[in-house]
């Protein structure tokens, strides 16, 4: 499944409550682009993905797809069903929006596969590790063939060598399946690793300070993390989400 181009204008969220938690926000992303989204906790980054999963909706602007897609949405928990097998939590999304069971069945395999865990597809979620568990709930996701892939801190709670790992898994899932992925992560380095551009958003009521082009081509080797141009790039990102306040220019 190719990934459609996805377009936010003056996109803003004000909850029930009055609490403004995204200032309107412009932005393009390309068809089959990684981007990234770093910021301070609790400046608008969960929102701004779900408004883009169509989970809550925006309270101004738009948000538009190039293309009917699927959507995929893997969160950094889990979120798995203990009661059901590998096989059935990786067809779980499928079911759900009625797919023939024939089709749950193979395209769940074909996922798991994809993600490692052919071979598992008997055990149960108490059976896998904090990786594996994560593997699932990105099968799961991919079992849709989606055209674009949301992912909110999917990395936040493995160990560190296992989250090295997974970004190259993820990032070579990617570049196969073509979709466009839009990421939060809290960790500078898993957002040069993995994305085509950075996006650094400001604090509580959050906006987008800076979108950072992130030149590597891939795919990128492992080894590319040790390089003086990769921590010049995370570097920069540093900077971008330290920079004062005061010194925002507002528009
Ligand atoms: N359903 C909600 N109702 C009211 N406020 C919310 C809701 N969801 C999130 N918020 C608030 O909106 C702000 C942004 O939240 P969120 O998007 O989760 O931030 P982030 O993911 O960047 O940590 C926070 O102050 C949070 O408390
Ligand atoms: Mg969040």
Same mark, same amino acid.
């Given at each position: 499944? +190719?990934? #459609?181009?996805?377009? !936010? ?19 393009? /992303?390309? +068809?089959?682009?990684? /981007? ?55 067809? !779980? ?16 395999? $074909? #996922? ?8 598992? $597809?008997?055990?149960?979620?108490? $059976? ?14 991919? +079992? ?11 990395? +936040? #709670? ?6 090295? /790992? ?27 690793? *993995? ?16 979108? /950072?082009?992130?030149? =590597? #081509?891939?795919?990128?080797?492992? $080894? ?5 141009? =990769? ?9 971008? *989400? ?10």
């Amino acid at each position: 499944m +190719a990934g #459609a181009a996805i377009t !936010l204008a003056g996109v803003s969220k004000t909850y029930d409550n009055g609490l403004l938690a995204l200032q309107p926000t412009d932005l393009a /992303i390309g +068809a089959g682009e990684f /981007i990234t989204i770093v910021g301070p906790s609790g400046c608008g980054k969960s929102t701004l993905l779900r408004i883009v999963a169509g989970l809550v909706p925006a309270s101004t602007g738009r948000c538009d797809r190039a293309a009917e897609v699927e959507t995929g949405f893997v969160f950094q928990e889990a979120a798995l069903l203990p009661w059901r097998t590998v096989q059935k939590n990786a067809e !779980l999304l499928m079911e759900l929006e009625g797919y023939p069971a024939a089709d749950c069945t193979a395209r769940a395999r $074909e #996922a798991l596969a994809t993600v490692g865990l052919a071979g598992f $597809e008997k055990s149960y979620p108490h $059976e896998l590790s904090g990786g594996m568990r994560m593997r699932l709930s990105l099968a799961r996701a991919l +079992a849709l063939r989606p055209g674009v892939l949301l992912l909110d801190e999917p990395l +936040a #709670a493995v160990d560190e060598l296992t989250r090295d /790992i997974l970004q190259e898994e993820l990032s070579a899932v990617w570049r196969e399946a073509g979709f466009t992925a839009m990421m939060v992560t809290h960790n500078v380095h898993e957002a040069a690793y *993995l994305s085509t551009r950075v996006v650094v958003m400001s604090a509580r009521p959050g906006r987008v300070r800076e979108v /950072i082009e992130v030149p =590597f #081509a891939f795919p990128r080797p492992a $080894e590319l993390r040790a390089t003086p141009e =990769f921590a010049a790039l995370t570097g920069r990102v540093t900077a971008a *989400l330290r920079r004062p306040e005061t010194d925002e220019v507002v528009a």
